[in-house]
């Protein structure tokens, strides 16, 4: 069983920028590929990023690309989302989750692919 809190969310002005970070418990997170979604308001949650077990390899919606970077530190067992150039279309609940296939070489998209889900974090970005 795995884990997941997310962090760092918050009240930002547009233009601005936010890192949201999510911690796993257990010793096998560095095993697990990486996702982060969001749900704003009314909307059905999206894939944002997706990050390796390794952290060689990423993926990333369109709408996040370019302004948006998942990372993860192994060691750590956190996974972050750096959000720059943020617009108020970014506001949402940002959840991180975990696909409990072990060491795939998949980059998953799909929300199906993952097992374990935080209890997300809000960010707001304001005009």
């Known amino acids: 069983q795995v884990q997941l809190v997310e962090s760092g969310g918050g009240l930002v002005q547009a233009g601005g920028s936010l890192r949201v970070s999510c911690v796993a418990s257990g010793r096998t997170f560095s095993s697990y590929a990486m996702g982060w979604f969001r749900q704003a308001p009314g909307k059905e949650r999206e894939f944002v990023a997706a990050?390796?077990?390794?952290?060689?390899?990423?993926y990333y919606a369109d709408s996040a690309k370019g302004r948006f970077t998942i990372s993860r530190d192994n060691a750590k067992n956190t996974v972050f989302l750096q959000m720059n150039s943020l617009k108020p279309e970014d506001t949402a609940v940002y959840y991180c989750?975990?696909?409990?296939?072990?060491?795939?070489?998949?980059?998953?998209?799909?929300?199906?692919?993952?097992?374990?889900w935080g209890q997300g974090t809000q960010v707001t970005v304001s005009s």
């Open positions: 990050i390796k077990w390794s952290g060689t390899s990423t």
């Open positions: 989750a975990a696909d409990s296939r072990r060491y795939t070489d998949d980059v998953p998209i799909r929300q199906s692919h993952y097992e374990y």
